[in-house]
Each structure stands twice: as structure tokens, then as C-alpha cells.
């Protein structure tokens, strides 16, 4: 099946987030009367027709009740992650969360008391960080190093040295990396699982955008010996690759039958019970072959975003660093280069010139001179966002240049 990806969704007009003038003014101030959001992880495109045809089947039928975690959920995230790894899972290792974000707060909570920690790599996905801080938990953060190619690589002496003074209760791996874009090998994933293993630290492992492998082997968690597995928290979702995150469904994949218990306890605390209806039904219209002909046609297109913008910055703002597209369709840049902070770029370009990218901060202090950019959108975005992007460095260049004279 074709796909046109160049013809977007109206995003304007459903309240979304990316894209709603009042609620982005709010966060980057007075925007001129265009503007361009590549800020927020979601996708411009329309979802595929399977999902649009199973929620329109939904909808038909004029009657939206309380649904359950039905067999064909269960069979269609065994059968997805039975394409990622070869264990051997069943249902009562699976519960649901309302997204990733959701399932951070509940194992925060269900394994962590006021005092304890949890140890993180930073940069990262905020909510790492904010789940454990607003329920009192501490922070420890192993700051990620880069090589000659501007890839993340773990300081594992760092790492086991804060693992063994401070004894967190979690890590919490994001796998693979956001906002880095980082494939973990086979073999840094066995040293996090041993280096946890050890010292009592569960693993959680967050595989949210596992679905967007651009180079490099994805090795799931689940792939390791059963002694890992057995100490093990997998969060996951069908969202960043299909593109309905307002339907708030996501789930959660634990061996070990004591970890699991508690986390469901945990579930029932707040109430986190029953599927949305739709979500439901995205989540195994997405998990099938329609599903992964779109997922994979999607990507190639936002792949080719990346190729063409870094192709471009590279010759036309050469200072900036880009980090290689190992998985995601997220962009990051260190614009240290530029004299200026990730907040302060961002802040400017969204002021002047109406386009909106997300300073590094968000991921922590170790971003701070970082700006990540979503691919997810049009050609025509991409490029007319890069090109005005790139003329404002070259401007701001020469102003500071004269200034110097």
C-alpha cells in the first residue's frame, strides 16, 4: 500500500499540544503569526488505516463501556515482542499502563520510600527524573559520555561507583535512548543487568521507541538469561511508532512473579484497571502486518528527513555536532558552537523566526547546550524549518563577527 506522508493531519485544530498557539506561547512566548512545531515527540501524519478503520468500527457502534484486557490485546503483544525476542511470555506477565509516563509514577511508587533513590543516565526523558522527584525519591544521575562520532557511550566505573555507595532501588534504562537516539549493544545491556543484579537494583527498562531502528541491532531486555529477566521491568507502547498517544495505552512486561504482584498492586492504588476502548483497539490494529507495512513506510520517510537535514547542516552550519540517527526520529544537536545555550537558542528561533525545537534542558542539566529536533512531520517542514535555521546561525554569525572588529 502507498502512503502519502507528505500530506499532514491538521494539527491546528485538535487541541494538540505541538501545535495549539496559546499553549505554546506559553512555554516559548510571542510567536510570529507562521510557525513550525518540531518540538514534542508525536507525529504529524494521519495513523494508518487499520487503525482508523478499527476505531471507526468502535464508533459505528455508538457504545463506549467498560471494556477488559481481552485476548486479542494479550495475543497481539505477545506476538510484537515475540518479533523482538525469543521469550517466552505470557498473560500474566503483562499489565496495562496509560503510557509510559504513567508506568514511571507506578514503579516509583511501588518499589521506592521517602529516602530512597533512583540512578538514571542523563541526559533523558524528563519524566525519569520528575517521577521520582515528586514522590520525594532521590536522583542520581550518571551522566552519559560522547565519542568521536558525537554517540552517547555509558561511563560504567561512574556507574558502578554510584550503584554501590548510594543503593538505589531502580535504574531506569531508556532503551534505546532519548533523547540520544543511542542502540545499546548486547553487551552494555549485560553489564547494566549484572551491575544490577549485584547490588539489589531493579531494572526497568523503557523500549518505548524500539520500534524505530535506524542502525545497530535492537537487543530487548528480554533477550538476557532468565537470572536477568527474573529481576526485570519492561515498559512499553504502541505510541511513538503509531501515533496515538491521547489514547493513553500502553503496558508492561514482568517475569519475575514477586515484582509483578507488587507493581499490580501498585496498579490497583491508583486505580489503573481497565483499557481505553480505542487505545485497545489502535494497540492491536497497530500489532499486524498492515500495522508494520505503515510503521516501516513511516520511518523510511523520516529517516530521509534526517539524511537531507544533517546532509544540509553539515555544509551549511558545519560547527554544530549531530549526533547519528542510531533509532528515533529525534534529532540532537550541541550547539555549543553557537555561543549560546540550548534554552536560549530555542527561545529565539521560536521568537524570530517561528520555529519551535526543544531545548536539551528538558533531558536534564547535562542538555543544557543541546536542542532536539522531531523529524516526524513533511519534507516541506523539514526543510523550510532547517534552511531558516540554519540562515539565522549564519546571521547571528556575522553580527558577532562584526562585533569583534
Known sequence: MAFNFDQLADRKSDNSKKWDREFNEGYFG??????ISMW???LDYEVTPIIHKKIEEIVDKK???YIYFYDELFEAIKQ?????SDFSLNNEMISLNFGIVSALYVTVQAFC???DSIIINSPVYNPFRVAAEVNHIGVLENELEVDQEYRYQINFQNLEELIVEHQPKIYILCNPHNPGGRVWSKEELQKIADLCLENNVILVSDEAHADHINQGQFTSMLSLDKKYTDNLIVLNSANKGFNFAGLKMGYNIIPNLDINNLFKQQLKKQGILEPNIFGAAALCASYTDEGK?????????MV?????ASSYLSQEVPELKIT????????WLDVSSLGMTGDEVVERLAQEEGILFQPGSSFGQAGINHIRINLGTSKEFVQKSFQKFADWCQKNKRQEDKSLE
Not at 530521509?304 to 537531507?308: E, I, K, L, P, T
Request: net charge negative.
Open 113 to 115: 520510600r521517602e529516602g
Open 304 to 308: 530521509q528527513n534526517y539524511d537531507w
Open 80 to 84: 510484537w515482542q515475540g518479533n523482538k
Open 63 to 65: 457504545t463506549y463501556g
Open 40 to 42: 514534542i515527540a508525536d
Open 30 to 35: 510571542k510567536l510570529p503569526d507562521e510557525y
Open 293 to 301: 507495512e505503515w510503521l516501516d513506510a513511516s520511518y523510511d520517510y
Open 324 to 331: 547519528p540517527l542510531d533509532s528515533t526520529y529525534l534529532m
